[in-house]
């Protein structure tokens, strides 16, 4: 048994984590400033449901909820934490480039009527240099980023899977019914049980951000043959 779609309901819990331009600058053009990490934002209140009356549970019909496994779990909420950090880090790191993108772009402004038009032009074109430059490092931070992302969610998925298998045999479960279930008698609702293995089995492990910019070793030259 395999539960393929593990990760990809994990990647919805997982914070979202995007970098866009903060540059307030008149050359080059402006973009907005980047959100917030989804985990840093409150959550919209979720509208109230009305009482529930359960029928009474289906032997040998379970449910799991990968979601909730993936995110409320101690290391789900470590891994979620971490990207939340590392992301941080990076729009931290790009926001220097914005900043001084933006005071090159305003001193030309305030220089304007010492310059001659060639000194602007050309200061306005080193500018775009850099501007498109940094445009093209946040695509790579994003890139970096998501991939630490998934990367980590698939090490959680690596040591659930296993789990949720041995709770299903354990609950004599002859089906498991996932994502797309909208209500059932929790009595065959096996996600805690899942979530208890997990936390007993991890809690925490070490990950950074994935390097994208860091060129491949070349490959070992074949052995010459005589």
């Keep these: 048994m395999r539960f393929n779609k593990t990760l ?16 307030a600058a008149q050359t080059p053009p402006a973009a907005p400033r980047p959100a917030a990490p989804a985990a840093a934002r409150p959550a919209a209140p979720a509208a109230a449901l009305p009482q529930v009356r359960h029928g009474p ?59 001659t038009a060639d000194a602007r032009e050309k200061r306005g074109a080193d500018l775009q240099v850099r501007y498109n430059a940094n445009q093209r490092k946040k695509q790579l931070r994003q890139a970096e980023v998501q991939q630490t992302e998934n990367k980590a969610f698939m090490r959680i998925a690596q040591e659930l899977d296993p789990i949720a298998v041995g709770v299903y045999q354990a609950r004599n479960c002859s089906i498991l019914l996932g994502e797309g279930v909208m209500l059932s008698n929790p009595a065959m609702d096996i996600t805690d049980q899942v979530i208890v293995g997990l936390n007993a089995k991890i809690k925490s492990f070490t990950f950074n951000r994935e390097r994208l910019d860091t060129p491949a070793a070349a490959p070992a030259a074949p052995p010459r043959t005589n």
């Design 57 to 115: 549970a289906i032997p040998g019909l379970c449910t799991y909820d990968a979601g909730k496994a993936m995110k409320t779990s101690e290391v789900g909420k470590y891994v979620i934490g971490r990207l939340n950090q590392i992301a941080a880090e990076a729009n931290a790191e790009l926001q220097a480039e914005d900043t001084a993108i933006k005071n090159e772009a305003r001193a030309i402004d305030a220089a304007g009527p010492t310059l």
């Design 8 to 23: 990809a309901v994990a990647a919805g819990a997982a914070a979202v984590l995007a970098f866009a331009s903060v540059v």
